[in-house]
């Protein structure tokens, strides 16, 4: 299967930790997204990249976020100094082009305690 | 200002068509509809997209009258499975993240 993978599934940390989540895209899709997702509500735009470039965040991303995508293959996203408010699924989808048939991977779920 | 209205919840029973209005009032000349599907601790499933009339694909139809601020996701014969959460998003092919609002979506229930 060649879907888009996150790693980890799962993760749990303390309070002021950082954390690296890591998500591989289908390999022909330029286009990368992150989302965030708490309970009720829908997935919520973090930011993109097209190939290695990200073009656009989220003015609600807080400055603790940071993402890359090197060689515009698989990316990365960090949070540092994590935040109770930080808890939620983290999902990453691709695709060929904005606006087009996004591919969602399994999501990351990270607890902060 | 929201781009789209869904209702939040929605109950049928299998076997029967279930249509979920999306309202989008101020889309744009450019903009294209998208519906997506997503079941508990999963991401996101792709169902259908359309730009006007009809379409129609091997899970659902997707009708936008002639003036595009409404649309109508049509999922035929459901099941127990197609309870999930669906989302209608609005948004410019090939432009940036003003496409990628996912709202609360509408929550269907399916009941034997």
């Known amino acids: 299967d060649t879907g888009v993978s996150q790693d980890p599934r799962h993760k749990i940390t303390k309070r002021g930790q950082n954390v690296t989540f890591r998500c591989d895209p289908i390999?022909?899709?330029?286009?990368l997204y992150w989302y965030r997702q708490t309970l009720g509500q829908g997935p919520e735009f973090l930011t993109y990249?097209?190939?290695?470039?990200?073009?656009?965040k989220s003015r609600l991303l807080s400055d603790r976020f940071s993402a890359e995508r090197p060689k515009g293959s698989f990316s990365t996203l960090e949070i540092q100094r994590t935040e109770q408010g930080d808890s939620a699924m983290y999902l990453c989808?691709?695709?060929?082009?904005?606006?087009?048939?996004?591919?969602f991977g399994p999501g990351t779920r990270l607890t902060v305690t | 200002l929201a781009k789209t209205t869904q209702p939040i919840s929605m109950d049928s029973y299998e076997g029967q068509e279930v249509n979920i209005t999306c309202s989008h009032n101020n889309i744009a000349t450019n903009d294209y509809i998208t519906w997506y599907q997503q079941f508990p601790s999963q991401g996101p499933r792709f169902i259908i997209q359309?730009?006007?009339t009809k379409v129609t694909n091997e899970v659902a139809s997707l009708f936008i009258p002639a003036d595009r601020k409404s649309s109508t996701l049509s999922l035929p014969r459901v099941s127990l499975s197609d309870t999930a959460v669906y989302y209608c998003l609005v948004g410019d092919v090939g432009g940036g993240a003003d496409g990628l609002t996912f709202g609360k979506g509408t929550h269907l229930i399916i009941q034997p």
């Open positions: 990249f097209q190939n290695e470039a990200q073009l656009e």
């Open positions: 359309g730009y006007k």
């Open positions: 390999s022909e899709h330029n286009r």
């Open positions: 989808a691709s695709s060929v082009q904005t606006g087009y048939e996004q591919y």
